[in-house]
């Protein structure tokens, strides 16, 4: 009871350190989420949040959870409850690989389909035994233990061994820009492999070792930038494919921790790792420790500048730029209003802002020059000439005017943008 005590106050510490320039948001199993330790965050083309953790696969909608485990006799469920990596190939199909075989998962249907479910040798386990990767192309591959390298041929619907990397135990595996295909070893060795041949039943080449670092930690690369490698001494590299060169950044993590994850938005890198999350400019070479104290697994830049951070133990952190949260206006913070419910609103070119009530007529919001925040101007009534204090639409109109409907006769139009006070016609 008093470690759990503990670790949950670190988190409180580390976040308010954090939150001056951020809004953060903490979902955990007490919101729905069915385990706290997260190895994979993925949203898909629907912007709908996956999180795959130790136990069972979540999908998020933004307001409830919905968990997928194994179901006993069900062969169209899925195969494993740890989750181990989410991609999406085409519109509406995810792969999801477990700790126990490979998923082909239908949005539609809702139905999963498995693959090397029964294939491993009895009795022998190995953490991380399926790891999957699709390159540009759209193609899809796998990598099974004991088995090796796999392509999946989508008009066949099942995959093809394309005998190589059987005796590889692999890590992780990436593909960059130019197809290759990166594959970290759990010896730390890094090599590089090529493909060719058919759309459906690519070709391989033999795999050559990455030469620039002895042993390598982690590697990850990102759109436009290239390969970012992790050494063991914990030191970042920025490898260039077309030039073939390798460059030292600024970032080392703290007391040699390791990078498990990382997502780039706007030439900023977010750093998952070991020892907590951590922001890595790209332009100015500066770094910024965002969340201290925590082990983190998954990072993903989702839509709308959200951050989603993965942790072990910990949840899932939703990160959203102060700038970037909502401002409530109500009669808690804006004197006489807020007491009838908003019926519409509409924006003029210079930012200010009218409001349609029921009952109480309009509401022109002024936007301040020094905050850029709106500020109540004046509330216009039947007594300024509305036909009825229940207002329906405002519509912006030509030459800086606006058409209001009401409850009243007709339609009124306004003499000019914003409304002052005095008769509308």
């Known amino acids: ?99 126990v075989g490979i998923n082909r998962f239908s949005l539609k249907d809702r139905a999963f389909r498995r693959f090397f479910v029964d294939t491993l040798q009895a009795g022998i386990t190995n953490e991380h035994s399926y790891h999957i990767a699709f390159d540009r192309s759209g193609r899809l591959f796998a990598w099974v233990y004991q088995q090796g390298l796999c392509s999946y041929d989508p008009e066949e619907k099942q995959f093809h061994r394309l005998q190589i990397a059987g005796d590889m135990n692999i890590r992780s595996m990436v593909f960059d820009d130019h197809n290759n295909l990166w594959i970290l070893t759990k010896e730390k060795e890094l090599h590089k492999l090529f493909f060719n041949g058919g759309a459906n039943i690519p070709r391989a080449s033999e795999i050559s070792r990455f030469p620039l670092i002895s042993e390598v930690e982690s590697v990850f690369y990102v759109d436009h930038y290239g390969l970012f490698m992790q050494a063991t001494d914990g030191t970042m590299y920025l490898y260039d494919n077309t030039s073939a060169t390798l460059n030292e950044t600024a970032f080392i993590v703290p007391e040699k921790g390791t990078v498990r994850d990382l997502c780039c938005r706007d030439s900023v890198l977010y750093l998952g790792t070991d020892k907590g999350l951590y922001s890595y400019d790209l332009r100015s070479g500066t770094s910024l420790e965002m969340i201290g104290n925590c082990s983190v697994l998954s990072v993903h830049c989702g839509t709308q500048n959200i951050l989603w951070v993965g942790t072990d133990m910990q949840g899932i952190f939703k990160i959203v730029p102060s700038q970037e949260r909502f401002i409530t206006y109500s009669s808690q913070n804006v004197p006489d209003f807020g007491n009838s419910a908003v019926r519409t609103f509409c924006e003029d070119s210079e930012g200010n802002l009218l409001v349609g009530t029921k009952g109480s007529g309009i509401y022109n919001f002024r936007r301040d020059e020094k905050s850029g925040r709106l500020v109540l101007h004046t509330n216009y009534r039947t007594e300024h000439g509305l036909t009825s204090n229940s207002v329906f639409t405002i519509t912006k109109g030509e030459k800086s005017t606006f058409w209001i409907g009401t409850d009243g006769n007709g339609h009124q139009k306004p003499s000019k943008s914003p409304p002052s006070p005095g008769p509308y016609r």
Do not use: H
């Open 1 to 99: 009871m008093k470690k759990r005590l503990l670790c949950f106050g670190l988190v409180l510490v580390c976040v308010q350190l954090f939150a001056q320039n951020y809004d953060i948001q903490r979902l955990t199993n007490n919101d729905g989420l069915s385990n706290s330790s997260i190895n994979i965050v993925f949203q898909d083309s629907r912007q709908i949040m996956w999180f795959g953790t130790w136990d069972g696969l979540n999908m998020y909608n933004g307001s409830g959870f919905r968990v997928y485990k194994p179901v006993p006799g069900n062969p169209q469920s899925i195969s494993n409850n740890i989750i181990r990596d989410i991609i999406q190939v085409s519109e509406d199909i995810l792969w999801i690989a477990t700790d």
